[in-house]
């Protein structure tokens, strides 16, 4: 008899017990669907309002951004601002040992134009910069604040040596003239000093030659208009 009270004593704790752990499990059951779902909430406000409110911030950072202005090119027939520069001549000869070579001409070339009164050269320092650059023209010309650009190559074969140079409007892009130089490749010395300052005649004398057209037809061009309104 006392060993069946005990039993339904204890049938009857196990009860409780199991109804206590079900109550607990419900409840436990219950927090945790009600974070899930306010972090699903949060996450959702985030998502959608997180782009809105950085928005203003991107368009203040672009509207703040100050835009790389390049300096203009100087006037092309002001003749008292003359002003040139030669880019590294490209090496064009079979053997890559030439480059040196070209580079002597170039630094040369740069030597002859400054002893030409009235002409602002480009340091070498400055044009070397460009070797290779692969840049646009006029965007070299803007940088370097200069009106004409000389640009060429070199070739050495059998020995002998041939240089081409060409003189460019840096406003226009466009080639003004361009020479040949052949001469035999000997005496590296002689050849280039006589290259270099014959190339820098030429350049000058185009130069002065391209000037005068262009005064001359800013001259002209009042007149037209004159004529017209007369007419």
């Not at 040369?108 to 650059?133: D, E, F, N, P, W």
């Not at 406003?171 to 014959?198: M, V």
Request: some cysteine; hydrophobic content about 45%; overall charge positive.
């Amino acid at each position: 008899m006392a060993s069946s009270l005990s039993d339904k004593r204890s049938k009857r704790k196990d009860k409780v017990r199991s109804a206590w752990i079900a109550f607990v499990g419900r409840i436990v059951a219950q927090f945790v669907g009600a974070a899930a779902s306010i972090l699903l909430a949060l996450m959702f406000v985030q998502k959608y309002q997180t782009p809105r409110a950085a928005a203003p911030d991107a368009a203040v950072r672009t509207g703040s951004a100050t835009p790389q202005v390049v300096p203009a090119t100087r006037a092309r027939h002001n003749a008292d601002r003359r002003s040139v520069a030669v880019l590294p001549l490209d090496n064009f000869s079979p053997a890559a040992s030439q480059d040196q070579f070209a580079n002597v001409m170039t630094e040369a070339l740069i030597a002859a134009l400054s002893q030409t009164g009235g002409l602002q050269v480009i340091s070498r320092t400055s044009s070397m910069h460009y070797k290779g650059a692969g840049q646009p023209l006029p965007v070299i010309a803007r940088a370097l604040g200069v009106d004409w650009v000389v640009e060429g190559s070199v070739l050495v074969v059998g020995g002998r040596a041939r240089v081409i140079a060409q003189l460019i409007d840096a406003a226009s892009d466009e080639h003004i003239c361009a020479a040949t130089y052949d001469r035999p490749f000997d005496d590296l010395l002689s050849l280039q000093s006589g290259l270099a300052s014959a190339m820098a005649h030429d350049v000058d004398d185009a130069i002065r030659r391209e000037q005068q057209r262009l005064v001359a037809s800013t001259a002209a061009a009042p007149a037209h208009r004159l004529a017209a309104r007369v007419e």
